[in-house]
């Protein structure tokens, strides 16, 4: 009975642990490593086991960086199910099918510039064909319901509060006379975002696997963040043109749109036409709206009283391409909410075009931008970027809002962390060293003991409880 502990691992993207237990073996997510092209590369090499051996996929939540490898996981010979919550299902179809679109658009068009030098062409990651195989291995499951999905295996999912059907995993495992308890955080909620329950808490376990991507710092108090939007909303209404907004389309959006709606009078906001401009995010709004019953109850009681998502008498959804070039024609008083969150693709860049060298365009980041992202230059001032090979002053002002994230910070780790009855070992994932090293020295500061950092090498044996090198004993 062991873990091995095959992506984000002493980094943030590719979650992918295998348990084995007995002669059975799952994987806890198999999600894309993300950043650059040696992500890239990195995601196309050969899994560091056998798919065909691979008995389950137990998965934590609709993000690719924990689900984007079940398609090429399923195109290499993968036969088992994919237990997962049931609205965690329904987003992978979105997230899956607007994955392999980009594939396919990219590697066209990496294979006529590879013709033109005569080499061959290259295969994308996975075909949307290949995206609809994966889906059919799908087992969607309800929170809170034990189940055997393997003899010895039992899991569970609680709520982990970060974007709709996230789960945290709990897992009993029984080999012989051992029985060991293991929980999989997956991705923390922020207990200050609107809409989602908190992280539900959990009383037992022997190994947390636990992410620690903000186990570094504090996240902004969220009403200081809510005053500078209004701020910022009242100023560009003065100066009379619109605002565009990046906007993650699952998660960061639906929160925007939540929040236009309870501060609609207080940020005066009638006076705007709002549109969301992202196919994909208007369908994950849309699952979103279908389940409001994974609501915290603050949200629930403002569906109830009409107040929800959905009752900005002012929003437009904007799906085809002919609608969002419509929206270049209007001068002023339009917020334009569009994709990708880093402007690194999507439809943001064509409003960029159109707007970014307008001195009355205000453009607000929402959202975390990464280093060598479009986004990021905006961030840090640049006064021209590049759009499809042309300079583009930047006559716009540039606001940052901080204080939104869809991860638990530093303070609310620890405070998840309190809720264990008799100390777990704690395993940390899914962050950078520095994160982690902090999280380590503040969790021993506090709480007494001193969590490990899980190594890419290394598995865990479950009865021993100890590390041991992955080569020594692979079979
Ligand atoms: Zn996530
Ligand atoms: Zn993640």
Redesign the pocket.
């Known amino acids: 009975m062991h873990i091995e502990f095959h992506g984000a691992a002493q980094e943030v993207t590719g979650s992918c642990h295998l348990i084995q237990v007995g002669h059975y073996r799952i994987l806890l997510d198999c999600g894309l490593i993300q950043g650059g092209k040696y992500g890239e590369q990195r995601n196309a090499e050969p899994f560091p086991f056998d798919p065909k051996r691979i008995d389950a996929v137990v998965l934590s ?1 609709s ?1 690719l ?2 689900c984007g490898r079940i398609p090429l996981l399923v195109k290499r010979g993968f036969k088992g199910p994919v237990y997962t919550q049931k609205v965690c299902r329904e987003m992978c179809g979105i997230m899956f099918r607007d994955a392999a679109n980009i594939y396919d658009h990219d590697t066209r068009t990496l294979n006529r510039k590879r013709a033109r030098k005569h080499q061959p062409p290259v295969e994308p990651l996975y075909t949307a064909d290949d995206a609809e195989k994966a889906l059919q291995h799908f087992q969607p499951k309800d929170y809170d319901v034990e189940d055997e999905i393997l003899p010895g295996i039992r899991i569970r999912f609680k709520d982990a509060g ?2 709709i059907g ?1 789960s945290i995993v709990e897992l009993w495992l029984e080999e012989g006379r051992h029985k060991r308890k293991v929980v999989f955080t ?2 923390l909620g922020h207990s200050e975002a609107p809409i989602l329950r908190d992280p539900a808490p959990i009383p037992n376990a022997d190994v947390v696997l636990m992410e620690s991507t903000y186990g570094g710092r504090c996240h902004r108090p969220w009403q200081e963040s809510m005053d500078e939007m209004g701020q910022i909303l009242n100023e560009a209404a003065q100066s009379k043109g619109n605002i565009l907004i990046p906007s993650f389309a699952v998660g960061r959006t639906q929160e925007l749109l939540y929040l236009f709606s309870e501060y609609f009078d207080e940020w005066n906001l009638g006076r705007w036409q709002i549109f969301l401009d992202s196919p994909m995010a208007i369908e994950a709004t849309e699952v979103y709206l279908n389940h409001c019953e994974l609501y915290n109850k603050e949200a629930k009681q403002r569906v109830l009283n009409h107040q929800a998502l959905n009752s900005l008498s002012n929003l437009r959804l904007t799906k085809t391409p002919e609608e969002s070039m419509a929206l270049n024609r209007i001068a002023s008083g339009a917020i334009i909410i569009a994709g990708s969150g880093m402007c690194e693709g999507g439809r943001i860049r064509h409003h960029f075009k159109y707007q970014l060298w307008k001195r009355n365009t205000k453009v607000l980041m929402v959202g975390f931008q990464a280093k060598g992202t479009l986004g990021r230059q905006l961030v840090e001032g640049a006064e021209t970027v590049k759009l499809w090979g042309e300079t583009v002053n930047v006559g716009a002002t540039v606001h940052t809002v901080g204080g939104f994230s ?1 991860h638990a910070d530093q303070e609310e780790l620890i405070g998840w962390l309190q809720h264990f009855k008799k100390q777990p070992k704690v395993i940390l994932v899914h962050g950078e060293p520095g994160a982690q090293d902090a999280l380590q020295q503040e969790v021993e500061q506090r709480l007494g003991y001193r969590p490990d950092i899980a190594k890419p090498e290394q598995k865990l044996d479950l009865i021993q409880m100890r590390y041991e090198s992955l080569e020594k004993s692979a079979d």
């Open positions: 939540h993000h960086d924990h970060h974007i996230s997956g991705d869809a």
